[in-house]
DNA sequence: TAAAAAACTTGAACTACTTCAAGAAAAGTT
DNA sequence: AACTTTTCTTGAAGTAGTTCAAGTTTTTTA
């Protein structure tokens, strides 16, 4: 496995080395290849990807055939769909690789095995997903209360870096506008 | 303390007779009064309400002074900012009293102390903020593919009992319309 | 139980976006 | 280097919603 992780989790709480030893024996990583899906819409959910190298994305498509992104995920990102996950539901969603990527994919009893091995680790998810359950708030302030033009901004002012990794498609529907306005935007016709 | 939150842990985790003398101790149930605000814009938010009875909401006032809701909370949900509560930072939101409501409120410090003292509750706060960020997920999938008659029955679908509750301004302003473009969905002239 | 405040309704005018269709540019493949 | 596929751009026409203003109904308060 690599490090990422590790530290990841270490900013949250203190590792022995007797249970980094148990992470480092229980994980490993794995190579995802652009467009690759690793969830797809009807399946249920068993698995959680932290994201150690890439980008990947959750995607619905929607009753006109087109795909609409929910959710990026790049380095040092936690990636699955929760609600499948935990109610043995299936998915309603498309989890795939935009970029080649490197993560970890962790079985849902892997997980499960190492929750009880190191329940320290509780408090690691247990705060990273009230952080990301915040941030999700915020995403909805924010697709409530900007126009299609600001949240074009206020993104691009956040993660310039990222809207020159992705398609602008992508960008345009994560925002929830089509690709075309986002073109206008961008060139300064609207 | 009232049972309701005791009971709400114990569909995730066990607790034994002595954890739950110590969660009797350290919480208290606080009545709150319907349009009394617990969190305001621009204060550090360092409180989780867990509702016992009632109804509170998460609002945000607009750049043309309109409140718009984003979330609501009823019987055995958490409310709170969880971005200003882990970063210390000033929220964006207000929280609200929908109706007058009966909460167990916590404070961050007691908080932190009793999750020392049972680590297992890491646990239980971890499951929830999973399912609350996979609910927030499938509300951003709503918002994207229904237009706003179709979250306007889907909703009164879900949860007729509680359209009843609360006033249809809100539940416009959270399903993201107009109360006006409401009244006019209900009376079937769109 | 009257008065005040809050919530809901209605129609008309407006607008921020979408959709469609076609072409151009860029990126990926052999 | 040529071909294919993917991504981006542009304008014209359409529409799902908003905004405004005024009136009505319901709920709360004194």
């Given at each position: 496995?690599?490090?990422?992780?590790?530290?990841?989790?270490?900013?949250?709480?203190?590792?022995?080395?007797?249970?980094?030893?148990?992470?480092?024996?229980?994980?490993?990583?794995?190579?995802?290849?652009?467009?690759?899906?690793?969830?797809?819409?009807?399946?249920?959910?068993?698995?959680?990807?932290?994201?150690?190298?890439?980008?990947?994305?959750?995607?619905?498509?929607?009753?006109?055939?087109?795909?609409?992104?929910?959710?990026?995920?790049?380095?040092?990102?936690?990636?699955?769909?929760?609600?499948?996950?935990?109610?043995?539901?299936?998915?309603?969603?498309?989890?795939?690789?935009?970029?080649?990527?490197?993560?970890?994919?962790?079985?849902?009893?892997?997980?499960?095995?190492?929750?009880?091995?190191?329940?320290?680790?509780?408090?690691?998810?247990?705060?990273?997903?009230?952080?990301?359950?915040?941030?999700?708030?915020?995403?909805?302030?924010?697709?409530?209360?900007?126009?299609?033009?600001?949240r074009y901004h206020h993104f691009n002012n956040l993660h310039?870096?990222?809207v020159?990794?992705?398609?602008?498609?992508?960008i345009?529907?994560?925002l929830?506008?089509?690709?075309?306005?986002?073109?206008?935007?961008?060139?300064?016709?609207?």
């Open positions: 496995m690599h490090t990422s992780l590790l530290q990841h989790i270490q900013k949250h709480i203190n590792l022995e080395p007797s249970e980094i030893d148990i992470l480092e024996s229980a994980l490993s990583i794995s190579k995802i290849k652009k467009k690759e899906l690793v969830l797809q819409e009807g399946q249920v959910c068993n698995t959680i990807y932290f994201i150690i190298k890439g980008c990947m994305r959750q995607y619905i498509i929607n009753s006109k055939g087109a795909e609409q992104t929910l959710q990026f995920g790049i380095e040092n990102w936690w990636i699955t769909d929760y609600l499948s996950y935990h109610n043995h539901i299936p998915s309603h969603f498309y989890i795939q690789a935009v970029e080649n990527s490197i993560v970890v994919a962790i079985e849902k009893t892997t997980l499960e095995a190492i929750l009880i091995e190191i329940p320290k680790l509780e408090r690691y998810f247990r705060i990273v997903s009230q952080k990301s359950f915040g941030a999700a708030q915020m995403r909805i302030k924010f697709l409530f209360t900007m126009s299609a033009e600001e310039p870096e990222f020159q990794r992705v398609p602008q498609y992508m345009a529907s994560y929830d506008f089509s690709a075309e306005f986002m073109s206008k935007i961008r060139a300064g016709k609207v």
